[in-house]
């Protein structure tokens, strides 16, 4: 638990988030919910102050007592966020959570968020602000009273969305709603937000008691199966419950964050739509949860793929949306003016149409381990994986966008290439190691075509290089060793992590390649990108430089905020997180450099 200084602009560190497992709501330090899409993560805004202002969108519940002093913390190993204010007379909590709604039985369509206000000490008034902006802050609600002076209930309509707000009285000016909550010790006051279709009548009033309860133990009961004997076990488990915030419950699609638009340069035009699932960083994802013994989620997921690219591998996508969609096409929306001014505000994102050869590889390694782990064979998973094989045949020629989804022209990068391989070793272990069927000859020979290219034009002066034709490096290249395709120990790994130490650190910190080179395609620059760094932990501590591992994942875990939550980069100029949030390929790639370092300090024992 931290204390938080007073408010002088809100930075994206500022946030902590709620989740429901369909969608994911942003509370700031001054106890405003400045971002909710409903009801699902990729839906239109609701409340989207981060990207503008209290006209986008937001609720504010905090003490009329500017003077109020506050703390928070998650409850355990939980969602529900506990605000604490504390001014010399009073001390009271706000509770803020989305109640997981798991009812098998429910008909009713409803997504809930409650804010608990707990007296504790004394009395103390909130003040609360209300502004409803429905699609991105384009459409103005129609707001009526329904409730009585008892059992006060707003209700916001607008297109085909509505909202309904109990617990407290809201009064309209000018174009918000405003009111007071008071709490004396020992008194609890609830305030419920419901979501609901707005040709349906307004649900009913949730028994927040149960639905805490319920919320909690949810919760408590997924962190309570994650085994990490090592260091850094509280963010460990903190990064596994993002993870698993950021999977939809229902589908099994893996989001890669719970925002679109937060900048990667402030004032820069690096401002991407991130709430899809990107199939690389499912993969990814599913890999740490893997290695935690989540190995019903990976099922879960392969079901979710198999929806996804059902059809032509030739029409194979590199994202969908949460449920498989196909159709993202990238937009602006000029009623934005985005975060601290960044613009444009992206929506949508181009990135699906792009080719990039590395993702039918992350998707076969983490297969791979899903079978090795214990997941049994569906009737259609391995003919699955044998067309994506397929396809990647196909495409053996073709360069592509790469990792970083470069936006300038297709290049063979080396990464792209040593995950082609990847695809085809996988495809050989199948049949070899598991007794399944394919023609594994082929495979092989495809295997060995791949390493020998990649060494003979991927290596450069002794070190791998970013693609072929340059001499550059870049971080992407750190993952090399992880997918087995050299030992980390390598002389030519060894030099390239002396490349990278020596043109892509930054304050100690590793940026994902050099910007300015024309490569990327866009202008502007963008912090060090935190996956990148928490790959050379990773490096380092299998190649014994334990000292640098476990100061740099010290200083690594410091970045995060105080509820342990990480974006996609960090600017070690202005000391603060860029990018959107909570990433997860950030906190993925945490759990996997503190395994890292659990595995050499039990190989010490």
Avoid at 42 to 67: I, K, N
Avoid at 87 to 116: C, K
Avoid at 451 to 467: K, S, T, W
Avoid at 473 to 499: K, W
């Amino acid at each position: 638990m931290v204390t938080l200084a007073p408010d002088a602009g809100t930075r994206i560190e500022d946030y902590a988030l709620l989740s429901n497992c369909r969608t994911a709501a942003l509370v700031s330090t001054a106890g405003s919910i400045d971002w909710l899409c409903l009801p699902r993560l990729d839906s239109a805004s609701t409340f989207g102050a981060v990207l503008g202002d209290e006209s986008h969108g937001r609720w504010l519940l905090r003490p009329t007592d500017q003077a109020a002093v506050r703390t928070r913390r998650y409850d355990g190993d939980t969602f529900v966020l506990i605000t604490r204010w504390e001014s010399p007379d009073a001390v009271a909590e706000v509770h803020d959570f989305m109640p997981i709604g798991l009812d098998p039985d429910a008909t009713i369509r409803r997504t809930d968020l409650i804010r608990r206000v707990v007296g504790i000490r004394g009395t103390m008034t909130f003040e609360q602000r209300l502004s409803i902006r429905f699609d991105y802050a384009r459409v103005m609600p129609w707001v009526r009273q329904v409730g009585t002076d008892a059992e006060p209930c707003l209700v916001a309509m607008g297109g085909p969305d509505a909202v309904a707000l109990r617990g407290a009285a809201l009064k309209a000016v000018d174009h918000q709603h405003r009111g007071e909550v008071t709490v004396e010790a020992g008194e609890v006051r609830d305030l419920q937000l419901t979501w609901f279709p707005s040709h349906l009548e307004v649900p009913p009033t949730l028994d927040v008691e149960k639905e805490v309860a319920e919320t909690k133990a949810w919760w408590q009961e997924w962190a309570e199966r994650i085994s990490h004997d090592g260091p850094h076990r509280d963010e460990v488990v903190r990064s596994l419950l993002i993870l698993r915030a950021l999977t939809n419950h229902e589908t099994g699609g893996i989001a890669a964050a719970a925002t679109m638009a937060l900048p990667e340069e402030i004032g820069g035009v690096r401002n991407w739509d991130y709430r899809y699932v990107w199939l690389r960083d499912a993969a990814l994802t599913l890999e740490a949860l893997l290695a935690h013994g989540f190995l019903a989620v990976a099922g879960q997921w392969r079901e979710w793929l198999l929806r996804a690219v059902a059809g032509d591998p030739a029409d194979l996508q590199i994202m969908y949306g949460p449920a498989g969609e196909r159709d993202l096409p990238e937009r602006i929306l000029p009623g934005f003016p985005g975060y601290e001014g960044s613009a444009p505000v992206r929506i949508g994102n181009g990135a699906a149409e792009q080719y990039q050869a590395d993702v039918v590889g992350e998707v076969l390694v983490t297969l791979s381990a899903a079978r090795a782990a214990g997941l049994d064979e569906s009737a259609f998973s391995w003919p699955l994986e044998r067309e994506l094989v397929r396809f990647a045949s196909e495409q053996i020629e073709r360069p592509d966008q790469g990792l970083w989804e470069i936006r300038g022209e297709p290049q063979l990068f080396t990464h792209s290439r040593v995950m082609m391989w990847a695809a085809f070793d996988r495809a050989v272990v199948a049949v070899e190691e598991f007794g399944l069927t394919g023609p594994v000859e082929r495979w092989r020979g495809l295997r060995d075509r791949m390493r020998e290219e990649i060494d003979r034009h991927g290596v450069v002066d002794g070190h791998f290089v970013q693609h072929y034709g340059t001499t550059e490096v870049d971080a992407s290249l750190l993952l090399l060793p992880q997918v087995g395709y050299c030992p980390p120990d390598d002389p030519r790994m060894l030099a390239t992590v002396e490349r990278i130490e020596q043109t892509l650190m930054a304050d100690g910190l590793v940026r994902r390649y050099r910007t300015g080179t024309g490569i990327d395609g866009l202008s502007g620059s963008e912090g060090a990108f935190l996956a990148c760094s928490f790959w050379l932990v990773e490096q380092y501590a299998v190649t014994g430089r334990l000292d640098e591992a476990h100061a740099l994942m010290g200083r690594l875990c410091g970045l995060a905020n105080d509820v342990g939550m990480l974006s996609e980069e960090y600017d070690p100029v202005s000391a603060r997180q860029l990018g959107n949030t909570p990433q997860a390929f950030s906190h993925l790639a945490l759990v996997r450099a503190a395994d890292a370092l659990a595995r050499t300090e039990h190989r010490s024992r």
